[in-house]
């Protein structure tokens, strides 16, 4: 999609907000919590994990050929056997101190809960153009600005190293190809302004979801009230 046209611009004008969410802003100034870190480590496996395969095979059942190339590919390369990316999550944990085992059985927070079910439902029941704008507009085209704003602190200030860090920057660099693409999937076959408005609504939705995922971090890791 260019970057000029009116209906990217549309797009990125409903999910733009992410990255300046309170959490991630005092993050990126070194601001926040060792327990705030944490929180991330463990909110993003819970949703990472519970996110993929299911919603990129629902998005697949109703969608084009290129569509569903598209989410097979993501999809190999979220489960790459050599370098898994829930994998690269755990490993991050595992520097933040965290016990891989403790991990698997432990309870997402009510918000990761809901983002992960909203999700779901959204590419099960939805048209595809909705899935794709739920799950790769309003999340993985985000993820670039975001990750690139929290990283220069993870490293120097939060001290982990490139190797704790690689699920990190490694998706600011797969994230920016993922939603570069789906942008461009929405713009070949959504036509009528109707379609148009359809995608927008379900990226402006999904926005104002991912936000309430970093609330529950914020709130619970950080300022200390109990979610769970």
Same mark, same amino acid.
């Given at each position: 999609?260019?970057?000029?046209?009116?209906?990217?611009?549309?797009?990125?004008?409903?999910?733009?907000? +992410?990255?300046?969410?309170?959490?991630?802003?005092?993050?990126?100034r070194?601001?926040?919590?060792?327990?705030a870190?944490?929180?991330?480590?463990? #909110?993003?496996?819970?949703?990472?994990?519970?996110?993929?395969? +299911?919603?990129f095979?629902? =998005?697949?059942?109703?969608?084009?050929?290129?569509?569903?190339?598209? #989410?097979?590919?993501?999809?190999?390369?979220?489960?790459?056997?050599?370098?898994?990316?829930? #994998?690269?999550?755990?490993?991050?944990?595992?520097?933040?101190?965290?016990?891989?085992?403790?991990?698997?059985?432990?309870?997402?927070?009510?918000?990761t809960?809901?983002?992960?079910?909203?999700?779901? @439902?959204?590419?099960?029941?939805?048209?595809?153009?909705?899935?794709?704008?739920?799950?790769?507009?309003?999340?993985?085209s985000?993820?670039?600005?975001l990750?690139?704003?929290?990283?220069?602190?993870?490293?120097?200030?939060?001290?982990?190293?490139?190797?704790?860090? #690689?699920?990190?920057? %490694?998706?600011?660099?797969?994230?920016? +190809?993922?939603?570069?693409?789906?942008?461009?999937?929405? +713009?070949?076959?959504?036509?009528?302004?109707?379609?148009?408005?359809?995608?927008?609504?379900?990226? @402006?939705?999904?926005?104002?979801m991912?936000? %309430?995922?970093?609330?529950? =971090?914020?709130?619970?890791?950080?300022?200390?009230?109990?979610?769970?």
């Amino acid at each position: 999609m260019a970057a000029n046209s009116s209906f990217y611009n549309e797009l990125q004008k409903a999910v733009g907000r +992410e990255a300046s969410h309170p959490l991630i802003t005092k993050v990126a100034r070194g601001k926040a919590s060792r327990k705030a870190i944490n929180g991330m480590a463990l #909110e993003q496996w819970h949703w990472l994990s519970r996110i993929v395969p +299911e919603t990129f095979f629902n =998005i697949c059942k109703r969608a084009p050929d290129d569509v569903i190339a598209m #989410e097979l590919e993501n999809f190999e390369e979220e489960t790459d056997p050599d370098n898994p990316h829930v #994998e690269l999550l755990l490993r991050f944990a595992k520097a933040c101190g965290i016990d891989k085992k403790k991990i698997k059985v432990s309870e997402a927070l009510p918000t990761t809960d809901a983002l992960v079910n909203w999700q779901t @439902r959204v590419a099960k029941e939805q048209d595809w153009p909705a899935g794709v704008a739920t799950i790769h507009v309003a999340s993985e085209s985000q993820v670039p600005k975001l990750f690139s704003k929290i990283l220069p602190a993870l490293r120097k200030t939060y001290k982990f190293s490139e190797h704790d860090l #690689e699920f990190w920057w %490694l998706h600011m660099t797969a994230d920016q +190809e993922h939603g570069g693409r789906a942008f461009q999937m929405l +713009e070949r076959h959504c036509k009528t302004r109707a379609e148009k408005d359809k995608a927008i609504y379900w990226a @402006r939705q999904a926005a104002r979801m991912k936000w %309430l995922f970093w609330d529950g =971090i914020h709130l619970h890791y950080e300022m200390g009230y109990k979610l769970q």
